[in-house]
């Protein structure tokens, strides 16, 4: 395999400098600071570090929601300037519209890209089916529990067919009960329709129970501390040996930021 032809997303150097505007003077915050950054296709990467260290800002500069100080991100061959439907996001509030369906929520990004109604009618009807909502097409958000709705949000993704699918958070808001199934519902996912994921989390839990990698990210101005390969047959037990061994690993290295 041709390893440098594998790669889906590449950052070299990226920064990202916030200047929020006062009475007095400008106030700068370097929040990704010098950012090198390579993933794999069909690699899931977990972000992880402290809180409000800039996890969120460098999906949305992958993403192209937000715009690079200095530095280039090239996702899939292509430089980013800007959203595009090869990238899928789902958030940590679900971000679904409330005025529409299950299907009509999940088949709005191929509706809006003037896919032919029986191909998306069929892609839909086969993510819904996939994420478990199998009954609930013509059902409102309103009508959904927390983590039902998580699940519009990551069919919607993968509906759309993006090659790069960023989530940000995605089981932050749930229920720790609802929290441990929806990890294993992204888990049983991935082994079904392989995607390249890049994923934040506060967990270190979830993250080496979902990733193939994570990268531990440094306090603002954020980049790359280290990385971790999690080489551990899936699916992950929490209760392991290695697992925990790894668990305890990461949360020292993590804390070692405050001390």
């Not at 969120?56 to 959203?83: M, R």
């Not at 996001?89 to 999940?106: G, H, R």
């Not at 392991?240 to 690993?249: A, G, N, P």
């Amino acid at each position: 395999m041709d390893r440098e032809r594998d790669i889906i997303i590449s950052c070299k150097g990226v920064s990202k400098t916030f200047i929020a505007k006062n009475r007095k003077q400008n106030e700068v915050n370097n929040v990704v600071e010098g950012l090198d950054l390579i993933v794999y296709r069909n690699e899931f990467v977990v972000l992880f570090g402290p809180g409000q260290c800039g996890k969120t800002t460098i999906l949305n500069l992958i993403c192209g929601l937000e715009t690079v100080t200095a530095g280039e991100i090239i996702v899939n061959g292509s430089k980013v300037d800007g959203p595009k439907p090869d990238k899928g996001m789902v958030y940590q509030t679900t971000a679904l519209f409330p005025w529409m369906t299950v299907e009509q929520n999940v088949s709005f990004g191929p509706r809006m890209l003037g896919v032919p109604k029986p191909e998306w009618k069929k892609r839909t009807q086969y993510y819904i089916d996939l994420v478990g909502l199998t009954g609930f097409e013509k059902s409102y958000p309103v009508k959904l529990s927390g983590g039902m709705q998580q699940r519009v949000g990551i069919a919607r993704a993968y509906c759309n067919n993006p090659e790069l699918i960023c989530m940000d958070e995605p089981f932050g808001h749930l229920d720790a009960q609802t929290r441990y199934l929806m990890e294993e519902e992204i888990e049983r996912l991935c082994s079904k329709e392989r995607r390249t994921v890049v994923f934040v989390t506060n967990n270190v839990e979830e993250a080496i129970y979902l990733a193939d990698r994570i990268l531990i990210l440094t306090p603002t101005p954020t980049k790359i501390q280290s990385e971790y390969i999690v080489d551990l047959p899936r699916p992950r037990d929490y209760t392991s040996k290695k697992f925990l061994e790894l668990r305890d690993e990461i949360t020292r290295e993590v804390e070692g930021f405050v001390e």
